[in-house]
């Protein structure tokens, strides 16, 4: 028996027994050769008189050799697959020469991420750029150097440095740092996790972008798997906040807390007099807590103003909540602008770039990816993303079924299907190996629109003769918040969905959000409808970029001092497709 059991449940890739392998090293060797000397002489054609025949020859071999190699990767998949992740990397390989590109992985993600971490750790971390057709944007040099240069703050200043221990002594003296107490340089931002997986992938990647500008080394609320279900970020230290951090309550955290941002202003403990003191001339609390959830007041989103952002600078600990992508927030506050300017020239990829920094599937999560990107999607020449959500306990629907099924087709994402009792075609079908696939995978709650889309497409022959299959990893019927087994599934398909060439999203989704900034997709967003016994009219639009949107933006000009379209101030940052009163950042126009 082969070696290739292995306990249920295991990320362990099965290997072949020794004898198979080196067997199929030289079988391999010799397949080649074969294919080359075959091929060679048929394309040998007498010379002229006087011309040396021996360059043709060796084109005709070079031709061979990659034919042969076209012809042998799908013996390369059997022999190695099991060993290493390698079907993903020769399927993709065989597709792309059949294709006539080259496929390019670039597992440092133009600088994007450093070298150098252990990858038996994080096996995503360099192997997930293989996974992927398409290279994504590439970062500015001068958000690669910022990135590097963070990572060394917070190498100096994160848990287990003598710089934390003194900063933790000073929360629990309940002053703010003074000259001679501790390092200077070491201030910290706390990212409160809760909420679906989505929101808490947003918030976390919002808190690093706020961070990053304000010079604070990021800590990340282990609540709810957050150290499970991701790899650290940070080469050389963590970015999970210690379980022994002072403020034991801070989960608990809420718009009536009286150290929050707005109610300390309003009871003038601080004040835009503030801005440029001394620290030890006016005293400043020891922490301050930002409220930005959806339920926050104008008073909290007074955080996006300059006058409350010199208020906040030297305070040396803030706790941060927030369930929504607050990013195009950021780029309101003037004293930011600049600065955002320079680290993302394309302000459309800011999530794309972050997340791809920030969120790195913990190894047991990228073994459900990769086992099922290699079973499912990896032999398509397309694949199709359809992401379904399903608010509240809403029953399965009729009409949302005909708005994704008229959304793709309709956009050519997936092939019309021909009537019920036609033949499938009046020519001969062409060969298998030349039959071009599709690969459509769902992620919903619900099972019944996979199971429905299945049906349609095994039941009648599609239009142009494309062979499509349709697959759904997982059906949880129903969100469980803060269920590890439902957050793996849903942290697994995420990733999935980022993995497909053409992205269909259901509005309003943090879930889809997430999928299209890690993919580098501009997605077809599905409307949802005012009622919902009607289909809408289209059904679907592609979206203005791959930028997640802004659920809960201040209403609030800070410059003039008075409620404003905030989607109006500056070119960047423009109302949502799918949230008509969102924030959205959108490419240069």
């Given amino acids: 028996m082969l070696r290739r059991d292995v306990e249920a449940g295991s990320d362990t890739v099965a290997v072949p027994p020794r004898k198979t392998r080196q067997r199929s090293a030289g079988s391999v060797a010799g397949h080649w050769l074969r294919h080359a000397e075959a091929a060679a002489p048929a394309c040998i054609r007498r010379p002229m008189k006087g011309l040396d025949r021996r360059p043709r020859r060796w084109g005709c071999a070079a031709n061979a050799v990659l034919l042969a190699f076209i012809i042998t990767v799908p013996s390369l998949v059997v022999f190695f697959g099991a060993r290493t992740s390698a079907p993903a990397v020769w399927i993709n390989a065989a597709n792309a020469l059949r294709r006539g590109s080259e496929p390019a992985h670039d597992r440092l993600l133009g600088g994007l991420l450093a070298d150098g971490v252990d990858e038996r750790s994080c096996h995503s971390r360099y192997q997930s750029a293989m996974y992927r057709r398409r290279a994504g944007r590439q970062p500015s040099p001068y958000l690669v150097s910022k990135l590097r240069r963070h990572e060394a703050l917070q190498r100096r200043c994160g848990p287990g440095t003598a710089a934390y221990s003194h900063a933790q002594e000073q929360l629990r003296s309940g002053k703010n740092h003074a000259a001679g107490t501790g390092s200077p340089e070491c201030k910290y931002l706390v990212s409160i996790s809760y909420r679906g997986l989505g929101n808490r992938i947003l918030a976390a990647a919002s808190a690093f972008l706020y961070a990053v500008l304000t010079d604070r080394v990021l800590l990340v609320d282990p609540s709810n798997e957050m150290g499970e279900l991701f790899c650290e970020p940070f080469p050389g230290t963590t970015w999970v906040l210690p379980p022994d951090f002072p403020l034991t309550s801070y989960t608990n955290f809420s718009i009536e807390t009286a150290e929050s941002h707005a109610n300390m202003v309003k009871n003038k403990v601080i004040s835009p007099v503030d801005v440029g003191a001394v620290s030890s001339a006016r005293e400043l609390p020891a922490f301050a807590y930002i409220h930005l959830d959806h339920d926050a007041t104008g008073e909290d989103k007074q955080f996006y103003c300059d006058e409350d952002q010199s208020v906040l600078r030297d305070i040396r600990w803030l706790v941060m909540r927030t369930d929504s992508y607050i990013v195009p927030g950021l780029f309101l506050v003037m004293a930011f ?132 299959g349709v697959h759904q990893p997982s059906h949880e019927e129903y969100q469980h918040f803060g269920a590890r087994s439902h957050d793996t599934k849903a942290w697994a398909e995420i990733y999935l969905l980022s993995l497909t060439d053409v992205l269909v999203t259901s509005g309003f989704s943090t879930f889809g959000y997430v999928a299209q900034g890690l993919g580098g997709l501009t997605p077809w967003v599905m409307f949802k409808p005012d009622n919902g016994s009607v289909v809408p009219n289209p059904p679907c639009g592609r979206d203005v970029s791959m930028e997640p949107c802004f659920h809960a933006p201040p209403f609030y000009d800070c410059r003039i001092k008075q409620g404003a379209d905030t989607g109006k101030i500056v070119p960047q940052v423009q109302h949502c497709k799918d949230v008509s009163w969102g924030l959205k950042l959108v490419p240069p126009s």
């Fill in 337 to 468: 602008q600049e600065e955002l300017g320079m680290l993302f020239p394309e302000p459309d990829t800011v999530f794309h770039h972050l997340g791809r920094y920030l969120f790195h599937p913990s190894n047991h999560v990228w073994g459900l990816v990769a086992r099922y990107h290699d079973a499912y999607l990896a032999a398509a020449d397309q694949r199709v993303g359809i992401q379904v959500r399903v608010f509240g306990s809403a029953p399965n629907s009729p009409e949302l079924l005909e708005q994704i099924t008229t959304c793709a087709q309709k956009e050519g994402l997936l092939p019309e299907l021909l009537a019920e009792g036609l033949p499938a075609a009046t020519t001969p079908p062409p060969a298998p190996s030349r039959r071009r696939s599709k690969a459509v995978l769902v992620t919903s709650l619900k099972a019944w629109y996979y199971d429905k889309l299945k049906g349609m497409y095994w039941e009648r022959a599609t239009v142009t003769g494309e062979a499509v």
